[in-house]
Nanobody, 114 residues
């Protein structure tokens, strides 16, 4: 059974940092691209970052230069380092495997507010 479990969400003030983690089990993580998505209140789920199995990264313009996606295949862990947080970064963050969103976590809430 494939499981993705996000953690690390919470509350932050503008300008602060948070680090999200995604613990993966039941699948050969190294063979899949890792992705992060965000769903802001009342909006659709949006893609924000991808890290391919070959190490190539891509970011949405809204987070480029502030967020960093990473993975540790040996530990079956994915991460999203979020710096210089803004109120518009508020939302539920999901990790996913596969370009088509083959597998999803349950999400972790991030709230950025002063």
């Amino acid at each position: 059974q494939v499981q993705l479990v996000e953690s690390g969400g919470g509350m932050a003030q503008p300008g602060e940092s948070l680090r999200l983690s995604c613990a993966i089990s039941g699948i050969n993580f190294s063979q899949y691209p890792l992705q992060w998505y965000r769903q802001a209140p009342g909006k659709q789920r949006d893609w924000i970052a991808t890290l391919t199995k070959g190490g190539t990264t891509a970011y949405a313009d809204s987070v480029k230069g502030r967020f960093t996606i990473s993975r540790d295949n040996a530990k079956n862990m994915g991460s999203l380092q979020m710096n210089s947080l803004k109120p518009e970064d508020t939302g539920i963050y999901y990790c996913a495997l596969g370009y088509g969103g083959d597998y999803w976590g349950q999400g972790t809430q991030v709230t950025v507010s002063s």
